[in-house]
């Protein structure tokens, strides 16, 4: 394992800034023996410039090449050995078994996007043939279909270093629509960033594709500057509100501005409906806790809002949570930024008039305790939305409403989150469809009987849903339609097939579905 | 003819303000007899809550239901008689036929929606079902599909006072995704408006859809206010770079940021290949001269950069084209404020160093003389692209590069546009791929031997492209795709049968085109 520390540009290793800073042990904060260099302006735009340059031959690569691209990154991310895996442990806090299937999933993606190339689909192809003889006037030859946007800025997630980060959801999406990446490290896991890309970097090299479509700069204020570069045309950004409100905002400000998709803030609320409660409460109780306490609770889909119809069944089932929340050890976050931001935001709730605690609290210096909490209905309905400030980490509140049509009216009022839950038994169902028609305007995805925490890779997925889960509700984060973000369309008017794009040419030499005279056509 | 000038609002007109305007004929400038009650802010607040309180019950009709509601606002709009034609004609200076033509197509964009509407792929029906043998994790049953994001403000555009405007491609768009509508009536036709607004409210009754599915607000400031109702969901406008980011400004500073589509400017360059205008530049010429004066030069895809290789046969093309441009008879324009910046754009240019005039100048008080203006191709080089301003009106502009080389050269550095054509002949062809594979990048459309004015209303057509030509390259405003700018994917995990809307039930009793773990499947 060789940590250089330097920039990623155009198939180079550059980093000349004296600005450094250090790689840190999530359990105790204590820096660890690899050193990383702030990316320059010059290496900023040095790195937007050689995806720009790579753009034009990347975009032109055929399916096929493009699907086996994908795979030689897989390969080698599945590849990283277990000296990767003990250096994730320690820079993320994140433990073994979660870090090993996380390097499963982030190879999965890729391959799963290898299948959305490979199949073509994405590439929304239309024909219009010409009619010639069309009264008043003749009805030219129109093609569609969707070309990449150009060189895409991903920014790294803290909570999730492989998945979400290097080589994750919003890279494979965009490699996969023929966009090069230029990625914002994260600085909560950089050894773990400069081997996910030394391994992309290989794959780029065994496949032959231009050195810039992959880049990779370090440092905590570099993001900001390569959005404003004009080479990049689109964002992809998972963290906070505030982190992605203020990339919305400087990309506003571009002289051209370009589509930022950024996954912000989710409290994914769940609804008990009594029937399940008094059914099987215990279990729900129990399956909820492992739910807000996994991974340290670091997760956008965690559970943070459990809202219940008042009265014994639930009174019990609160208890029951209580003491299974009290139950969980103490854990490691991320780093000691989150741990702190997790601190303070279990301070803001505990001092909100009508907010109570029922289990949690202590805390060691260097851990997160999980926490429950209890509030009124009437915050719910507050202006200001106290209840849904995302608190990231092992905690949730409970609210009791006063029966199933109160239940049904805060739903409206809700902010945008990325999921809503519904536990139901047999005897609520009768009660549940209004419930889910209202939950479906809110929120990216609806689950019955199961909680929010793992967010399947699948052609169906939609991880996105309404501000602030994101800021813009139309695309989804995780899923193949999240390649939709980084393509645009584009028609042909009356073309010679010699000139047409290949997937356009008459006689569909790449055998792609295609929407031909509105049916579809395989021929 | 009953015009009564108040503001549609949940079926009602309401009309409180004292600020009134009128129509004016737009040969003279002369007041028509016909005033306008300017939006109050409880007008504008109001029928945004009216659109909202619509949406659940609008959104949730059946695709059959409504696509025949489109097909009944079709139904008015084609029953909108001569009166209705001749007062178009008066505020608007737009020929007779123009205006049949663009009643046609406004009918036959709503027809093209109903059927959208009825084939529901729209939906985007993606369905992953359970693999609960899967291992390490079984997978849920998840489903996908799209719903409509809530009402949208729709800015009449000055140009096509029908098929851009109460009743126009945003609208029938924005509808058939199942949101409601709540029009912004331009100020240069309020008349127009307002007949077209009761030909809808006529097919809203008649179909007995809930009152505020469709909305229109008159004067010049509402919309600013309106698109700042937290009700609104999503924002479409054709109009000026002007208008349009300073709509996008304001979306910007909306606690809940939405999307805007805003179809800008674009010049819409033209490239003249040299065996295109040697074979036939006098045919080219006469085409093209026809085409920039087209309704007096006020389209958006309008002919605006001319550009060839210079030579004798360019010259002499450049000559054709000079006395064809000259020949053009004045034209009216669509109100005095158009007028005067087409006379303001006209000395712009003319005041550039290195551009000259060939043809036009000399303007009466009330109309739009063509005008041919030839510039150094240095000027494209420029940044601040002075040749690549739009000047909305019949005006063209000749630039003379130096061989294919330097037409190749400057393609990468336009600014985005609507389309770019190309008019090349048999012995050009070898030299067009390059110059096709670089202009797709900048625009929209492609067009082959044929001039951009002319925009197809089909399944293929992309009426969009990069920035300043739209506000985001991802959608377009004309053909079927516009339909995408107002849905968002949701999805269903683990849910059974009877509490999943009905695209996504098992046995598909829409039989609805599903894309059912991986492949496509209509059972």
């Known amino acids: 394992m060789e ?7 155009d198939g180079k290793r550059i980093g000349k800034s004296a600005t450094t800073f250090y790689s840190y042990d999530a359990r105790n904060d204590e820096s660890l023996p690899y050193q990383f260099h702030q990316a320059t302006g010059a290496e900023i735009s040095a790195a937007a410039a050689a995806a720009a340059v790579a753009c034009p031959v990347y975009r032109a690569t055929g399916l096929e090449e493009r699907a086996r691209f994908l795979e030689a990154i897989a390969i080698e991310i599945d590849a990283l050995d277990d000296t990767f895996i003990n250096v994730v442990m320690l820079e993320t806090g994140l433990p073994e078994q979660r870090i090993r299937g996380e390097r499963l999933r982030t190879s999965s993606q890729l391959r799963l996007f290898a299948a959305v190339v490979r199949r073509g689909d994405f590439l929304g192809i239309r024909i219009d ?7 008043p006037l003749p009805r ?7 070309i990449a946007l150009g060189p895409v800025t991903v920014f790294g997630a803290g909570n999730f270093p492989l ?24 600085s909560g896991h950089p050894v773990t960033s400069e081997l996910v890309a030394q391994a992309v970097v290989r794959a780029v090299e065994l496949c032959g594709m231009p050195a810039g479509v992959f880049g990779m700069l370090f440092g905590d204020s570099v993001g900001a500057e390569l959005i404003c570069c004009p080479e990049i045309k689109a964002v992809a950004f998972t963290g906070s509100l505030q982190g992605g409100r203020a990339l919305a905002e400087i990309v506003a400000r571009r002289p051209e501005p370009i ?21 099987r409460g215990a279990d729900i109780a129990s399956g909820l806790a ?4 996994l991974g340290a609770g670091q997760f956008c889909t965690n559970p943070g809002l459990v809202i219940g119809c008042a009265g014994e069944d639930f009174d019990r089932f609160s208890q029951y949570l209580a003491t299974e929340m009290a139950c969980k050890p103490p854990a490691v976050m991320l780093n000691r930024a989150v741990l702190n931001n997790y601190r303070n935001g279990i301070k803001t709730l505990s001092g909100i008039s009508g907010v109570e605690i029922l289990a949690g609290a202590a805390t060691d210096e260097n851990s997160a305790f999980a926490c429950l909490f209890k509030a009124s209905s009437e915050l719910l309905k507050v202006p200001s939305r106290p209840l849904e400030k995302e608190v990231f980490g092992p905690v949730t509140m409970l609210v009791a409403v006063q029966g199933l049509q109160e239940l049904l009216e805060i739903i409206p009022d809700l902010s945008g989150h990325l999921t809503a839950s519904i536990f139901a038994a047999d005897s609520d169902l009768p009660n549940c469809k209004p419930v889910v028609t209202a939950l479906e305007c809110r929120v990216g995805r609806v689950i019955l009987n199961a909680f929010p925490t793992g967010v399947e890779v699948c052609e169906a997925m939609v991880h996105g849903g309404p501000f602030p889960a994101t800021s813009d509700s139309r ?37 792609l579905r295609r929407f031909v005279n509105g049916e579809w056509s395989e021929v």
């Open 129 to 135: 043939t010409a009619l010639p003889e069309r009264q």
């Open 163 to 186: 998945a979400f980060s290097v080589a994750g959801g919003d890279t494979a999406s965009a490699l996969a629509a023929g966009c090069p990446v230029v990625v914002k490290a994260h």
């Open 290 to 293: 492992a739910s807000v306490t």
């Open 475 to 511: 695309c989804t984060s995780v899923g193949t339609l999240a390649i939709d973000r980084f393509l645009r369309p584009v028609c042909y008017q009356g073309y010679l097939d010699s000139l047409l794009p290949e997937p356009l040419q008459n006689d569909n030499p790449l055998r």
């Open 259 to 279: 589509p930022v998709f950024a996954e912000m803030s989710s409290i994914n609320p769940v609804f008990m409906f009594p029937g399940a409660i008094q059914e």
């Open 140 to 146: 030219p030859d129109i093609r569609q279909y969707r």
């Open 3 to 9: 940590i250089v520390g330097t920039q990623f540009i």
